[in-house]
């Protein structure tokens, strides 16, 4: 089984910074992507980077130029360096691991809220 920890969300003023941490255990080895998602009220699920066992990276179109994605493959983690936040970033962000073996395999944190004040 894997385990996902994050760390790192908070209230905030817009423009400024916060970083998310997830840290991987258990049964791991090499996540062939580890990325984050957030979900705000009363809307789906959406992705917000990516990151691939390549070092590719994906972001989605509002957070490009103000979010970066970093993951430590040794450590298995991954962080999500928030800049220039604004009240339209506010949710629950999820990190997420997907290992393609046998079958897809795909791992949820319990998320962390951020919410940005104007």
């Known amino acids: 089984q894997v385990q996902l920890v994050e760390s790192g969300g908070g209230w905030v003023q817009a423009g400024a910074s916060l970083r998310l941490s997830c840290a991987a255990s258990?049964?791991?080895?090499?996540?062939?992507?580890m990325g984050w998602y957030r979900q705000a009220p009363g809307k789906q699920r959406e992705l917000v980077a990516t990151?691939?066992?390549?070092?590719?990276?994906n972001y989605a179109d509002s957070v490009k130029g103000r979010f970066t994605i970093s993951r430590d493959n040794a450590k298995n983690t991954v962080a999500l360096q928030m800049n220039s936040l604004n009240p339209d970033d506010t949710a629950v962000y999820y990190c997420?691991?997907?290992?393609?073996?046998?079958?897809?395999?795909?791992?949820w944190g319990q998320g962390t809220q951020v919410t940005v004040s104007s």
């Open positions: 990151s691939s066992s390549g070092g590719g990276t």
């Open positions: 258990g049964n791991i080895f090499s996540p062939d992507a």
């Open positions: 997420n691991v997907v290992i393609v073996g046998l079958r897809i395999y795909e791992y």
